[in-house]
């Protein structure tokens, strides 16, 4: 098997900063990524495209550069396309690449494994024609498609910069169905003390407001009762807003309500997780270097906690020092002088964060479903068969496997497991903390018995 | 079946591809994101679940979700997490079950 100092799990902002600090520390680091370039999804493909369409995407995209530059070194083997299924002591981290089971070892693993989008399970949801923002993003980064017709459903900045490269791109959207209130902005103030660090954050927000009301693109805000109709697929959004009941017919619906830490690699070591309210999410417990209760194992980036592409970019090469240190090859001393700088501008880029979930919090009814909606897209188990179990005794996600199918498909909760737990906190009372989440086992993604006889048997045995 | 496209292509790839989907020729960029080019194309249904034969396609095109699996060479894979190939055959899945023959 081969050996090396550090594996870095993603190559998004946070592992490929992780992965270069690491490097110059004087590391031998392997870089596993899913994506067949370097990027993460917030920089997908930008070596590619940056040039094509470079001028739509902006350049807090096309800076990522910079990062994707500085892996291409001595010392870092970027093992691209290489989707990872099992990480376990020692550490030995199991992948699979071009069709092909392999594995790598070191003593750390520094996880950098991003964000998803938060579930947002409306009555229509799982119609094709409906994506995630986040999809929207990728076709236009990585394909350079945009939606002829696309509704954006939701609340947040990541709402407004996709409608702002669309309308720069010559097709704005029908329409923005937004479900953050005036009440919400209000609350949101009380943070602007802070916000006001992240100044150039905040005036980047603005511009792309004053883009979209020059473009005439129209903007309901405070929508409820949303609703995705269509006959095998996507057609129109239906909710109310400003007191009237309203249709917009579309054939693309992108759904946005924050995004939410991947955790499914961490929880598979054993990381500890806790609710954070303010988020809505379960955030992985760590210290300030990324550090975590399972000794050699690091996160980094979204993944730890949502702060964005600049902090985890900052993120991954603090963990990376911290690792560097640990493994002998920086000092104590040096690895607090070159940490201090880093936590100072870290501490400026989460200013914003308060402000930003204040003033756009998740849709409450994609929250709590009501009992038709489908909350595991996989199986197709309803909002009302989870608050079913809870009916009968179940008091936690891995207990609703006992009573139905919830979170046992291919996605492995990873589009339902929040909303389960969120519904069976409702039905009992109890803490999200108390209700916990689903158990995450190997294979974290499904992996063929063709790809998996090129290897050993130990692997193999991870594997079942 | 195929729709016209809801989607616009920035700008078009130079060198173009044959992939079958489901028996039928597409004209596709070769080297581009399978699940994107299929839509691009016109292709809005990739599968239908096993449990309620629903229709679905990409929803989160980063290898989450699992809903753009489709069949290649009898195994069932993940359209957005491969490549454009010339002559690549590729199916809505067959069976009832869905997740690649895993382990
Ligand atoms: S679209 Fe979600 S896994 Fe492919």
């Not at chain 1, 690491?22 to 370097?38: H, I, S, T, Y």
């Not at chain 1, 950098?112 to 929207?136: I, N």
């Not at chain 1, 595991?376 to 009968?392: D, F, M, S």
Request: net charge neutral.
């Amino acid at each position: 098997m081969r050996q090396c100092d550090v594996i870095v799990v993603g190559a998004g902002p946070a592992g490929m900063a992780a992965a270069a600090t690491a490097a110059d520390a004087g590391l031998q680091v392997a870089l596993l990524d899913e994506q067949p370039r370097a990027g993460g999804q917030i920089y997908r493909d930008v070596d590619r495209v940056a040039a094509l369409r470079g001028g739509i995407l902006g350049k807090d995209y096309t800076e990522g550069r910079a990062l994707t530059a500085a892996i291409r070194r001595d010392g870092i083997e970027h093992l691209d396309g290489a989707v990872v299924w099992a990480i376990e002591d020692g550490f030995c981290v199991s992948y699979t690449r071009a069709g092909q089971a392999a594995q790598v070892s070191a003593p750390k693993v520094i996880l950098a494994t991003g964000a998803l989008e938060r579930p947002m399970p409306l009555p229509g949801w799982t119609l094709p024609g409906v994506m995630t923002a986040g999809a929207g993003q990728i076709l236009l980064k990585q394909s350079g498609l945009l939606a002829r017709r696309a509704v954006l459903v939701g609340t947040g900045p990541l709402l407004y910069l996709i409608a702002a490269q669309m309308v720069r791109a010559g097709t704005p959207p029908v329409a923005l169905v937004e479900t953050q209130t005036r009440a919400d902005l209000m609350r949101a103030n009380r943070h602007l003390g802070g916000a006001l660090r992240g100044w150039p954050y905040l005036a980047k927000g603005l511009a792309m407001l004053a883009e979209l009301m020059r473009a005439r693109v129209p903007r309901y805000t405070g929508a409820t009762t949303i609703a995705i109709a269509g006959d095998g697929r996507a057609e129109a959004v239906t909710f109310r807003s400003g007191g009237k009941p309203r249709t917009v017919a579309c054939d693309t619906v992108f759904l946005h309500h924050g995004v939410v830490p991947n955790t499914q690699a961490a929880r598979s070591v054993g990381v500890p997780h806790r609710w954070d309210a303010a988020q809505h999410c379960f955030n992985p417990v760590v210290d300030a270097w990324g550090g975590t209760a399972v000794a050699g194992v690091f996160l980094a980036g979204d993944g730890a906690g949502i702060g964005g592409a600049k902090v985890a970019e900052t993120a991954g090469r603090i963990a990376a020092l911290k690792v560097a240190e640990e493994l002998g090859r920086l000092s104590a001393d040096e690895r607090d002088r070159r940490a201090a700088p880093l936590n100072r501008l870290r501490s400026r880029q989460t200013a914003i964060r308060p402000f930003l979930d204040a003033a756009y919090p998740p849709f409450a009814e994609a929250l709590a479903p009501a009992d038709a909606t489908l909350v595991c897209r996989c199986e197709e188990v309803t909002a009302g068969e989870i608050r079913g179990y809870a009916k009968l005794g179940c008091i936690g996600p891995n207990q609703t496997k006992a009573f139905g199918r919830a979170g046992m498909g291919p996605c492995q909760g990873r589009y339902c497991g929040l909303t389960v737990t969120a519904l069976l906190a409702e039905a009992t009372g109890q803490t999200p903390d108390q209700t916990g989440y689903y158990r995450i086992r190997p294979p974290l993604k499904p992996v063929t018995l063709g790809e998996l006889a090129a290897m050993d048997d130990g692997a193999r045995d991870a594997a079942e | 079946m195929k729709t016209a496209s809801p989607f616009l292509e920035l700008e078009a790839a130079p060198a173009r591809a044959t992939v079958w989907f489901d028996g039928e020729p597409l004209d596709l960029p070769q080297g581009a994101n399978l699940a994107a080019a299929l839509l691009a194309a016109g292709v809005a249904v990739f599968r239908h679940t096993p449990a309620s034969g629903a229709p679905r396609g990409p929803f989160c095109l980063m290898g989450a979700c699992f809903d753009c699996l489709v069949e290649i060479d009898g195994v069932v894979r993940q359209a957005c997490m491969l490549e454009v190939e010339d002559g690549l055959r590729v199916t809505r899945p067959h069976e009832a079950e869905d997740s690649g023959a895993p382990v």
